[in-house]
């Protein structure tokens, strides 16, 4: 159906700051949500935040709260991730997904990937 486009991936250090994009095209769903997971190596993947049209809510993992934060365009053709204060743990792909009604945190609630961008957090 549509696309969703990830960029803005890099090596940072510790205390570092990196924005991601998600650029979002062809959809058509009722009330989409667009969520941020990450994947680091021999680990599930986990829901860092869920922006909701609905109710214009935003849920952020707990590790990563006062970090991190979401926030979108105007037409909401790019959802971005500001990260701040970035640790080693946080290393990871990070991945946009996106799906029609309420935020989720758990992948599996989700339709629409994109391919991913990594994040490597290291002196």
């Known amino acids: 159906q549509g696309q969703l486009v990830e960029s803005g991936g890099d090596l940072v250090e510790p205390g570092g700051s990196l924005r991601l994009s998600c650029t979002i095209s062809?959809?058509?769903?009722?009330?989409?949500?667009v969520a941020w997971f990450r994947q680091a190596p021999g680990k599930e993947r986990e829901g860092v935040s869920c922006?909701?049209?609905?109710?214009?809510?935003?849920h952020y993992l707990d590790s990563v709260k006062g970090r991190f934060t979401t926030s979108k365009s105007n037409f909401m053709d790019t959802v971005y991730l500001q990260m701040n204060s970035l640790k080693a743990e946080d290393t990871a792909v990070y991945y946009c997904?996106?799906?029609?009604?309420?935020?989720?945190?758990?992948?599996?609630?989700?339709?629409?990937w994109g391919q991913g961008t990594q994040v490597t957090v290291s002196s």
């Open positions: 922006f909701s049209t609905r109710d214009l809510s935003t």
């Open positions: 062809g959809f058509t769903l009722d009330w989409p949500s």
């Open positions: 997904a996106m799906r029609g009604g309420d935020c989720a945190m758990t992948s599996r609630s989700f339709d629409y």
